[in-house]
């Protein structure tokens, strides 16, 4: 079955650090074979907006807000691609998710990430 699980969030002092990681089913790695990938968060009230993306080159792209804090790695071997998120601000506080970046996925679960100022 396909899905996405994302996991590795919680709740963090502002200053602190995390690092999400998003499992990729076989079928999903297999049958749609996305090349791209990427870390989106939403907050309530706000649309769901993209932090970080990864092309199948491992070219990667960041939202102004979080350039020179996070970074978006890859691994495809185990079907995985993580978020390490340093020097977090309670703005940062958000559910955190991955996708593909071109193929219209069903969304995980998410994790929670709660930075604490």
């Known amino acids: 079955q396909g899905r996405l699980v994302e996991s590795g969030g919680g709740l963090v002092q502002a200053g602190g650090s995390l690092r999400l990681s998003c499992v990729v089913s076989r079928a999903i790695w297999s049958f749609f074979a996305p090349k791209d990938w990427g870390w989106f968060r939403e907050t309530p009230g706000k649309q769901r907006e993209l932090v970080a993306g990864?092309?199948?080159?491992?070219?990667?792209q960041y939202a102004d807000s979080v350039k020179g804090r996070f970074t978006i790695t890859r691994d495809n071997s185990q079907k995985k691609v993580y978020l390490q998120m340093n020097s977090l601000k309670a703005d940062d506080t958000a559910v955190y998710y991955c996708?593909?970046?071109?193929?219209?996925?069903?969304w995980g679960q998410g994790t929670q990430v709660t930075v604490a100022s």
């Open positions: 990864i092309t199948s080159s491992r070219a990667t």
């Open positions: 996708n593909a970046l071109k193929e219209s996925l069903e």
